[in-house]
């Protein structure tokens, strides 16, 4: 029996691997274990520690891969280059206010750039950043720095980013037109996160006063839960400790451990008829047809197609047939097809828009409560119990119709303001027409 000799090491130790990469590395595993069941021409002991000397990945990142694999049918998404575990100083709620401020300025006929928003952010959150820390966040939100004619330039949205707000509640605005009882009663669900060390940032002190405090934020909670305009729903509730202490929250949750809690604790809790309202994170967007064409090898694509029976001809690329495939797979969400069963709708939020889910404020409330009551003495599980209390105490029925309220008044501050930036642009469009 044949044994290759360890290969030199073909990438560079620690660059993230991209997307692509990541399908690479998996196929080679695929293949070792394959090896390995048939006894090839390799001798195999562990595939991943052989996986590893022939990609120059390690041995950890190649189980992190196969395992997300095998529970998503997906890979995790990839990172950019560069310390991406520092959250960024500027919280998500204050996204509407930032929002809310370009659209002011370019009403009122003004420009508006990365130092007006970073004076905003000083004078109304007292968050000091840097200008490129500005522009980056913005870019995320899906504001483009651009240049019209015969303007300068300044901050613009995305005209894809409007549209999916747009569709977004005129969906909404559609169920309200509805007679009352073929409404759709509309359901918030979010994920959030409490650390151990969550207390509040400020106190009065004196000369040569000060506090004593646990350095770092320790070890955190990670939680999800839905709200009904009637208050938090019952029995839905679900909290566990994260493997890891920093980093995006998000990287706890899965598609597998999201699944669960869906069919197994939110469907059966709902009243009938409900629109269950949710953010467009990785988890839960999963699709029926998960993977996608540009992850399959030619020959996959070709099976894909057979099995499903779709023609398809000798002579055609890879291209045409990963248009074949893309155009008959099946993109639409799990969520929407479980939620269909029980007769209720999903609508997906608009990337970065938290202020139009009020449960981000239920957050708020809670963690203010325990940073309120938090001391050197309170223990990891006594900041859950005051988590629990404050759902208790403080989310009343009345709390959360006013949570309502106020973002159906954000909703139509977008709807009005959508229609007039649209007629602008038409208004511009037709001036450089007949110019």
Not at 378 to 390: N, V
């Amino acid at each position: 029996m044949r044994i290759f000799q360890s290969v030199e090491r073909p990438r560079k130790c620690g660059r993230p691997l991209t997307y692509e990469e990541k399908w690479i590395v998996f196929h080679v595993f695929e293949t070792f274990i394959k090896e390995k069941q048939e006894q090839g021409i390799i001798e195999i002991d562990d595939p991943y520690n052989l996986t590893s000397q022939y990609t120059g990945v390690a041995r950890s990142v190649i189980a992190n891969i196969v395992k997300s694999v095998r529970k998503t049918g997906n890979v995790s998404p990839s990172i950019s280059p560069g310390n991406r575990t520092q959250p960024t100083a500027i919280p998500s709620l204050a996204e509407g206010r930032i929002r809310e401020f370009v659209f002011e300025q370019h009403r009122q006929g003004e420009v508006c750039n990365a130092t007006h928003l970073r004076a905003l952010l000083k004078d109304e959150f007292s968050i000091t950043v840097h200008e490129r820390t500005v522009r980056r966040y913005l870019n995320r939100m899906g504001f483009g720095w651009v240049r019209t004619k015969n303007r300068p330039r300044s901050l613009r949205e995305k005209a894809e980013i409007r549209q999916q707000r747009h569709d977004y509640l005129y969906e909404l605005r559609q169920n309200r037109q509805l007679p009352v009882a073929e409404r759709y009663r509309v359901v918030y669900l979010d994920e959030s996160f409490l650390h151990h060390h969550h207390g509040a940032q400020f106190s009065w002190f004196s000369e040569e006063d000060f506090v004593e405090r646990s350095s770092g934020k320790g070890r955190r909670w990670c939680f999800i839960h839905a709200m009904q305009k009637e208050g938090l729903i019952d029995g839905v509730f679900l909290i566990f400790e994260a493997k890891q202490g920093r980093g995006d929250y998000h990287q706890q949750f899965d598609w597998s451990l999201f699944h669960r809690w869906f069919t197994e604790q939110l469907l059966p809790q709902l009243p009938s008829r409900c629109l269950i309202v949710l953010d467009r994170c990785c988890f839960h967007m999963v699709a029926k047809d998960s993977m996608l064409p540009g992850q399959m090898r030619k020959a996959e694509l070709r099976e894909w197609l057979t099995d499903r029976g779709l023609n398809w001809e000798e002579k055609w690329l890879r291209a045409r047939l990963m248009e074949e495939v893309d155009k008959h797979r099946d993109k639409k969400p799990m969520v929407e097809i479980f939620a269909e069963e029980k007769g209720h709708k999903v609508l997906f939020l608009p990337v970065h828009h938290p202020e139009l889910n009020p449960i981000e404020l239920v957050w708020a409330t809670a963690k203010n409560y325990c940073g309120a009551i938090f001391s050197n003495h309170t223990s990891f599980q006594d900041q859950r119990q005051h988590l629990t209390e404050s759902f208790n105490r403080d989310i009343t029925p009345e709390y959360c119709a006013k949570l309502y309220e106020h973002v159906r008044q954000i909703e139509d501050k977008y709807w009005d303001a959508d229609l007039a930036i649209d007629d602008e642009l038409e208004s511009a469009q037709e001036d450089n027409d007949l110019s």
